[in-house]
């Protein structure tokens, strides 16, 4: 499975981005979808998830502002209300489950946020 980013960019606070992530290569089963970022000196943190069953879920800074959804195998994250904190690289995962358990990343896209 591949996976690749896009959609980041440099926005005032306030504003919005649109990531996407899309999956190719065998990606059967790919049941967990999830968007982690990263920033200076911070640990990597989950951003958001969603389940092939509709489950989902957001970190505590996100609630409110951010909304992940997935059609086939790309998946998205709205980003709204950005925040200087909100700056980071984002990075795309995926968990398939095919007999063994993989779980793979993207590269990343990188969200600023400044005035």
């Known amino acids: 499975v591949q996976l690749v980013e896009s959609g980041g960019g440099l926005v005032q606070p306030g504003g919005s981005l649109r990531l996407s992530c899309e999956a190719s290569g065998t990606t059967d089963n790919i049941n967990d979808m999830r968007w982690y970022r990263q920033g200076p000196g911070i640990q990597r943190e989950l951003v958001a998830r969603?389940?092939?069953?509709?489950f989902t879920k957001y970190g505590d800074s996100v609630k409110g502002r951010f909304t992940i959804s997935r059609d086939n195998n790309v998946v998205y994250l709205q980003t709204n209300n950005l925040k200087v904190e909100d700056t980071a690289l984002y990075l795309c995962n995926v968990v398939q489950e095919v007999a063994s358990t993989y779980v793979y990343w993207g590269l990343g896209t990188q969200v600023t946020v400044s005035a």
């Open positions: 969603i389940k092939t069953d509709g």
